[in-house]
Each structure stands twice: as C-alpha cells, then as structure tokens.
C-alpha cells in the first residue's frame, strides 16, 4: 500500500526560529494538503496545493507559512519565526480522485 | 461550505456492547463522508468511507457506519466494542473525492469499560 511518508516525526524548535516540514506523497497523486491539529482537538485544514500553485488556504494559512514542492517528489510547509501556538501536529496529505491518504504527522513543539 | 458536527466530545461504552458514535454533515451535492481513528500520540488512521452506493459501509476493526441522506448523518458502530477500540475518532466530509479538502468534526472520545 503506497503511503505518504512525513519528516521528522518530532520537532522541537525555539520561538522565533524557521522550519521546515517536509513531506513525500503518494507519487501518482495530484492534489497536495497540510492539516494541523493542536493536541487532542479537531484537525484543521490549512493548505491545499495543485498544478505547482495553491488552489485553496485557510484562514490559519497566513503570510508566516508557505508551502513548496522543489523537486518533484517532496512537499513541504515552511513555518516562519514560529510562535508558542504553533506547537501542533502536522499532517500531510495527499489524493487523486477515489483516493486520500495522510501521512503518520509531525509533531511540532515549539519552545 | 461544508461543515460535520459530532455533537458527543466523549461516549463510554462497556466491552462487550453495542456502540455509536454520531456524525452528522452538511455539503452542497453529494457528500463523500469518511471516518478515522486517531490514537494516543499518533496519526489518523483510515476506518471507512462512503462515496457512493450502500447505505451501509464496512471498514476496518468490524466499525460500519450508515449513511442517511434524510438525516445528514453518518453514524459510526460496532456491534460489540472492545476497551483497544478506546480512542479518539474523527468523522470528515468532501464535496469531492480526491480533488479538495476534508472537513473534520471536533472529535468524539470513546471510552470502553473493562
């Protein structure tokens, strides 16, 4: 069964500072997404990416995050001078139609 | 825009019984529904879907969930629950499926009683 395979599975960065979250998704999938889930409560879209461009963002999406495929095979989402509530589960996604699939999560702490 | 309420944020059930956690949706045209189950310290882990067709969808672990247009619901159950069942499930809804984002209910926290 194909997965969508995220790095790292934890990550502890220091208020203020940039990450990066990288994900590789399913390689004949389109369609590309971020969620985010603040500890034990409703996961949250943030991002949906296609055709190299994003076709839709949330509200949360704001100018401190940004989301890039550099080469092809991954999909990352970039979190600038992070903030205390930042520290969340990320989960990437990715689909074709009939079929989505989540990756496993990174969990985000920041300090 | 689409929206799914799951209106328990905890459901206790003895081992042993029947169970039900509750879904209902909202969504212009035909709604493509899904559940997942997340536990402690993990991802979302898929259990069903319903795209189309049978009312009555099969998944994973012996959890089936009934759709009911008239309703707007999308009930998970399981005839008889088991305390590794004890985890916190999410119901989502599409108004397509593979091409646009999930919306997820707030989450329902099952608890089975040895």
């Known amino acids: 069964e194909p997965e969508v395979t995220q790095t790292p599975s934890h990550q502890v960065t220091q208020m203020g500072q940039e990450v990066i979250l990288r994900c590789v998704p399913i390689?004949?999938?389109?369609?590309f997404y971020w969620y985010r889930q603040i500890l034990g409560q409703k996961v949250e879209f943030l991002v949906s990416?296609?055709?190299?461009?994003?076709?839709?963002k949330s509200e949360i999406f704001d100018d401190q995050f940004s989301v890039e495929r550099p080469d092809g095979s991954n999909f990352t989402l970039k979190i600038r001078s992070t903030k205390l509530e930042d520290s969340a589960m990320y989960f990437c996604?990715?689909?074709?139609?009939?079929?989505?699939?989540f990756g496993s999560g990174t969990r985000l702490t920041v300090v | 825009a689409q929206s799914v309420a799951q209106p328990e944020d905890q459901v206790n059930v003895a081992e042993g019984n029947p169970l039900t956690v509750k879904c209902t949706y909202s969504?212009?045209?035909?709604?493509?529904l899904f559940w997942y189950v997340q536990y402690p310290n993990r991802g979302l882990q898929f259990l069903l879907k319903?795209?189309?067709?049978?009312?009555l969808v099969k998944g994973s672990y012996g959890f089936e969930a009934e759709f009911n247009k008239s309703q707007t619901s999308f009930h998970l159950k399981k005839p008889s629950a088991l305390v590794s069942d004890s985890a916190l499930y999410f119901c989502?809804?599409?108004?397509?499926?593979?091409?646009?984002?999930?919306?997820f209910g707030t989450g329902t926290r099952l608890t089975i009683i040895p």
């Open positions: 969504v212009s045209g035909n709604p493509y």
């Open positions: 390689s004949n999938h389109l369609y």
């Open positions: 319903y795209i189309t067709g049978d009312n």
């Open positions: 989502a809804v599409s108004p397509n499926f593979g091409n646009e984002k999930l919306t």
């Open positions: 990416f296609y055709n190299n461009e994003i076709s839709e």
């Open positions: 996604a990715s689909s074709q139609p009939r079929s989505y699939t």
